[in-house]
């Protein structure tokens, strides 16, 4: 009998059939810690049952078909009637309507609800991240809907369900809706005052008909939208159904679909408004201002949609490395690529640890906890978002041209890595933000230094940053072009001072040293030698 030609050995077996949340002791510790203590074993056991979900072959695979079958655009019918429905694969319904059931939007109607889903979304967003722009989405409309209480009266329950009822059908029809959201325009993206889409009032005290553009409207099969548009007394919020009660449909023209880098599951349109009915929320004049809340949650959403591309890159690193041998031994043994694991999961940690504490500030509600997220949520959102590409990077890198094949996985997060950085305002937009902050609101720096302040005299390095911070916020001489180095130096402060706290003696040894103490290269892997760095990756091990 001839030998075998073709026989494989030494390959990393696929990472499934795991507990993605119980496998993260950043994330279990944080809930654990943030979280009451009666809600504990409840929190435990809806999150394990999810993290096991998420770790199991056939949602792995729907995560793998949502993005190999993306979504496809009828603008009308074999009659030639004008639908502008977005056709999606049996997959991504199954994602959509396992978040929803899993409370994804429904944080507001339950004690701990905002930590509670933040951890859930961090899990579940490691399944495939497309599908979590409409819950995002769907989540952070209620603020903005509660400006108006007949509006939050009628929709909040809605948006709030467990349901996922799919299908364009007036809301009154239906058992839970999705909401999506448009801001930017041809001319202006973030600067949404230059805004053009005109609202004409109508006979009907709050209602309007819209005729313009928007330029980006993720997730346009929604049930409704929140935009903006000009008023006659300025820029304001609208509600745009996609169906009106009557049962027809509003006019909503799907002009495209996006043809985007990544995010492919997810549908990213043009659309197009002509005498389209709308129902003002808030005062006009106020949009910015009633839409911002909305807008504040859908950040904080990037952060956790970053830190769970991190974790995930990261787990599967971890995992190739603890399986694959080279060089007479285990990869994850080996010194150099240890101290490359043991960055990337220091970066993992940091961000989860500091996307979880911004979950638990929007759960206590108190004043010192909002005037602490006016100023952490543009930090966290700038930083966070900006290290996860490069953790995709070096991640994908540790599987070596296995990595680079879209069979293992990696290039489908490097391709998501760069997303939460640019949507919801990108870098620039949450600097100046961090900075208005700053310079026009005292209370949001005295939140932010009470909080840090919190570890001071327990590491001289993570004081010397804090001074060192201090000095550059009070020199505002070209503060503006300084905008990023700040941003980045109160993220890195809050991310230290946390681990510090919280984290093991290791892991927050380790990221003083060379966040915060100046003793780290330019690239992942440079930590200092002397660091107990096969702790900090054991730690990061998803599977034991």
Not at 139 to 148: I, M, S, Y
Request: charged content about 25%; overall charge negative.
């Amino acid at each position: 009998m001839a030998a075998s030609t073709h026989t494989v050995t030494n390959q990393a077996p696929p990472l499934v059939g795991y507990d993605v949340f119980a496998a993260d002791r950043a994330l279990v510790e944080a809930v654990e810690r943030h979280l009451d203590p009666g809600l504990l074993d409840e929190a435990h056991e809806e999150l394990s049952l999810l993290g096991r979900t998420t770790g199991s072959a056939q949602v792995q695979e729907w995560g793998v078909l949502a993005n190999e079958n993306p979504p496809k655009l009828r603008t009308h019918d074999r009659y030639g009637n004008r639908v502008d429905e977005v056709d999606f694969h049996p997959a991504w319904h199954r994602l959509l309507g396992k978040g929803v059931s899993a409370g994804l939007t429904a944080a507001w109607s339950r004690p701990g609800g905002h930590l509670r889903r933040a951890a859930g979304f961090v899990v579940w967003s490691q399944a495939e991240a497309g599908h979590g722009c409409p819950l995002s989405m769907t989540h952070a409309a209620v603020p903005a809907l509660r400006t108006d209480p007949a509006l939050a009266a009628l929709w909040e329950p809605l948006l709030t369900s467990t349901v996922y009822d799919q299908g364009l059908r007036p809301a009154s029809q239906k058992a839970g809706v999705l909401f999506g959201m448009g801001m930017t325009e041809k001319q202006g993206g973030s600067d949404v005052r230059a805004n053009r889409t005109e609202a004409r009032p109508l006979a009907e005290d709050g209602t309007y008909e819209l005729t313009g553009h928007k330029w980006f409207c993720s997730a346009p099969m929604s049930d409704g939208f929140l935009v903006l548009a000009q008023a006659p007394g300025g820029l304001t919020c609208f509600l745009v159904p996609r169906v009106l009660e009557d049962g027809t449909r509003n006019v909503f023209r799907i002009q495209r679909l996006k043809d985007k880098l990544g995010n492919k599951s997810n549908a990213s349109s043009e659309v197009e408004f002509d005498g389209t009915w709308a129902r003002r929320v808030g005062d006009e004049g106020r949009g910015v201002r009633t839409i911002i809340e909305m807008v504040a949650v859908t950040r904080l959403d990037c952060v956790l949609g970053a830190a769970a591309v991190m974790r995930q890159s990261v787990a599967q690193a971890v995992h190739h490395c603890t399986y694959r041998e080279a060089f007479g031994g285990k990869l994850i043994d080996k010194p150099l690529m240890r101290n490359v694991l043991a960055d990337l999961a220091l970066e993992s940690e940091a961000a989860t640890t500091l996307a979880m504490r911004l979950a638990a500030a929007y759960d206590d509600g108190g004043e010192d906890e909002r005037a602490f997220l006016r100023l952490a949520v543009p930090a966290a959102k700038y930083w966070v978002t900006k290290r996860c590409t490069p953790v995709a990077v070096e991640a994908l890198e540790c599987l070596g041209g296995n990595g680079y094949v879209e069979e293992s996985g990696m290039p489908r997060l490097l391709r998501e890595s760069p997303l939460n950085s640019i949507w919801e305002g990108a870098g620039n937009v949450q600097a100046l933000d961090l900075l208005r902050a700053i310079q026009r609101e005292p209370q949001a720096l005295n939140a932010f230094l009470q909080e840090v302040g919190r570890a001071r005299g327990a590491d001289h390095r993570l004081d010397g940053a804090i001074k060192n911070l201090l000095g550059e916020l009070a020199d505002l001489d070209g503060i503006e072009g300084r905008g990023r180095r700040l941003a980045e130096r109160v993220a890195l402060v809050l991310q230290g001072s946390l681990l510090v706290q919280y984290a093991p003696p290791e892991v927050a040894d380790a990221f003083c040293a060379s966040r915060l103490g100046g003793d780290w290269g330019s690239a992942f892997g440079t930590l200092p030698h002397s660091l107990d760095l096969a702790t900090v990756v054991e730690r990061a091990r998803p599977v034991s």
